[in-house]
């Protein structure tokens, strides 16, 4: 089994920053691909930031210059630190892995997401 632990969404005002950590824990082989979606009411779920299985970081064009993905492989933990936070921000946060556990191949896993909202 493999667990995904939230942490740091809340409410924040416009152009403020949040900063957003994931920890994945549980029977992990490895991780080779981690970050955030988000999904606000009405709309789908979206990337925001991403480590790739190339070695890559990937951004959702709407955040690019904005956020910043960081990550501790040791402690298998991903950071996504928001700043010039927009209203349009305002979604719940979900926490993605790629995980090779000791019980099977390469399984995506979700945390249970946690809530963004910025106000004007």
């Known amino acids: 089994q493999v667990q995904l632990v939230e942490s740091g969404g809340g409410l924040v005002q416009l152009g403020g920053s949040l900063r957003l950590s994931c920890t994945a824990s549980?029977?992990?082989?490895?991780?080779?691909?981690m970050g955030w979606y988000r999904q606000a009411p009405g709309k789908e779920r979206e990337l925001v930031a991403a480590?790739?299985?190339?070695?890559?970081?990937n951004y959702g064009d709407s955040v690019k210059g904005r956020f910043t993905l960081s990550r501790d492989n040791a402690k298998n933990t991903v950071d996504l630190q928001m700043n010039s936070l927009k209203p349009e921000d305002t979604a719940v946060y979900y926490c993605?892995?790629?995980?090779?556990?000791?019980?099977?191949?390469?399984?995506?896993?979700w945390g249970q997401g946690t809530q963004v909202t910025v106000s004007s």
């Open positions: 549980g029977s992990i082989v490895s991780i080779n691909a």
């Open positions: 480590f790739t299985s190339g070695g890559s970081t």
């Open positions: 993605n892995a790629n995980v090779l556990s000791y019980y099977g191949p390469y399984r995506e896993n």
